[in-house]
C-alpha cells in the first residue's frame, strides 16, 4: 500500500500547477484588457471578473473612485444590488485596506454590511501614491465545498492583479485629464479669438486712427497707466482690449468695470473686494483689483467716479496694494490700469468734480479716439468691415450700394461706430438680398437733418438725438440710456429734458 501522504502529495501538486496555470492565464488576460482599456469601469469589471473565479470566491467587488467630477463606479459579482460608491467609500474594511500598500485579509468580518466568512482586498494605487479605488473578494470556497480563508497565495494574486490595473487606471485619469485640459485650452483659444480676431482689430486707417493705433502699439509693451479718451461708441473698450492683447500681460485676466454704472455704495467693494465678515453672513469676496492680478484692469467711465473713491483709487495706484473693505491688511496687487472716460475731465478737474492728482496717475499714456463724424474717411472700411462680419456669421454676401455709402458718409453718427455696427446690423436683417440700399438705412436722426446742422453745434446734435430716442422710448430713461449706449448717470448729466 502505498503511503496516502504522498498520493495526496502528487495530487496536490497536480492541482497546485494547475491552478497556478489558470492564475497565470488570467494575469495574461488582464494585461492584455488593461492595454486596450478605454475606460476605468471596464477595466475594472475585467480585472474583477477574471479575479473571482481564480480565487474560488463567492463573490467580489472592484471601486474607482470619483475624479474630477466623475462620480466613481462599483463592478459587483454576488453582491445582489451593487453597492453605491459611497457604501463602498464608508466601509470599515474599505477604510483599512485603503490605508495599506499591501492585500488584507480577514476570517469573519462585515464588508458592506453583510456577514461575511473570509474577505480580502488590496487598494489600487497611483504611482503617487493616491488611492485611484479597491479590489476585493469575499467568501472563499473550499475545494470540497465548504468555506475557507484566503491564502498567501491568494493575496499575491491580488497584489498582482493590482500591480497591472492601478497603472493603467492612473493613466487613464491622467489621459482624462490631459483631454480636459486641451478641451479648456481649446474653449480658451476660440474665446480670444472670437474676442480678438483680425476683423475685432481696430479698423481705421484717418489719420487720427493711425496715431491711435501706433500709440496703442507702443504702450502695450509698458505697464504705464494709459487714459483713453473718447465719446461713447470710439471705440474705447476694444483699444483697452488690444492694450492687454499686445503687452506682455495678455496671457493674464483683462477685468472690465463701468465706474459709471455700478451703485456708488457698491463700486468700493466691487474695485477693492470684501473681507468676511463685515456684517453678519458677508463673505470674503475680491474686487476686481485683485481679480485683475498679473493683467489688466480697465476702469470705463473714469470720470463719473465719485470722489471718495477717487482717493481710494489714487492710492491704490501710488502705492499698488488694495485695502479689502473691513480688511486690516494691504494686499498687493500686480496689475496693469485702463482707464476711459467720454468725458472732459480737464474740466471735470476746474469745477472740482475730479482729482487732479489722479487724473495724472491715470494719463500716463493718453489715447485719443475722434468721434466719427471726425473721421468720415473711415466710414466705408468700417461698414464693410461690419458687413463682412455679419455676412460670416450669418453665411450671406453682402454690400452696400453707392448710395447707401453716400448716405452714410452724410450721417453724423451722435453714436460713433457703435450706431453704425448697430445700423448694419438692423439694415442687413431687413433686407432680404445681398443689397442694402440707402432706403434699406434706418437711421435714428434724419441725415439731412444732421448734416444740416452747423459742425460746432455738435453738442445740440446730440441733445436732439438723445431727445428723439426719449420719445421713442415713452420718456423711459433707462431705456433711453441702454439704446443710446451709455448708462443713466450720464444721460441725466446730458440735462435733455
Ligand atoms: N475702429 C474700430 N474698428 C472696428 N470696430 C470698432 C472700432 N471702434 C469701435 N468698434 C466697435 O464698436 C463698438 C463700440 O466700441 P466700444 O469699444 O465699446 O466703444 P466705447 O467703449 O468707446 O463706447 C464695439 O462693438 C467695437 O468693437
Ligand atoms: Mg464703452
Redesign the pocket.
Known sequence: MSDPRTVSNASVSAFDLKKKVLRLEALYDISRSVANARDETVLAEEALSRTVPVLDAGGGFCAVFEDRGQSGSVSAVGLHPPPAIVSVLSDPFVLDVCRTNDPVRRGETRLLNVEVRSAAGIPLRAPSGEVLGVLSVFDKESRGGGSASFEVEDLRFLASVAALVSPALGALRQIRALAEDVDRLREENRALKGSLRAG?????DSAP?RRAKELIGRAAASRASVLIR??????????AKLLHAGSPRREGPFIAINCAAVPESLLESELFGIERGVATGVEQRLGKFELASGGTIFL?EIGDTPLPIQAKLLRVLQERVVERLGGRQPVPVDVRVVA?T?ADLMEEIRRRRFREDLFFRLRVVEIQ?PPLRERKE?IPR?AA?FLARIAEREGRHLSLTRSAVAELLRYSFPG???EL?NLLEGSAALVAGDLIDAGDLQFSLAPVAAAGLAAHDLASIEREHIRQVLVSVGGNKSRAARML?INRRTLYRKNVT
Do not use: I
Request: proline fraction near 0%; aromatic fraction near 0%.
Open positions: 475685432d482689430l481696430l479698423v481705421g486712427m473718447g465719446e461713447s461708441g470710439t471705440g474705447k473698450e476694444l483699444a470705463d476711459a467720454h479716439l473711415d468700417l468691415h460713433n461706430v457703435r455696427e449706449g
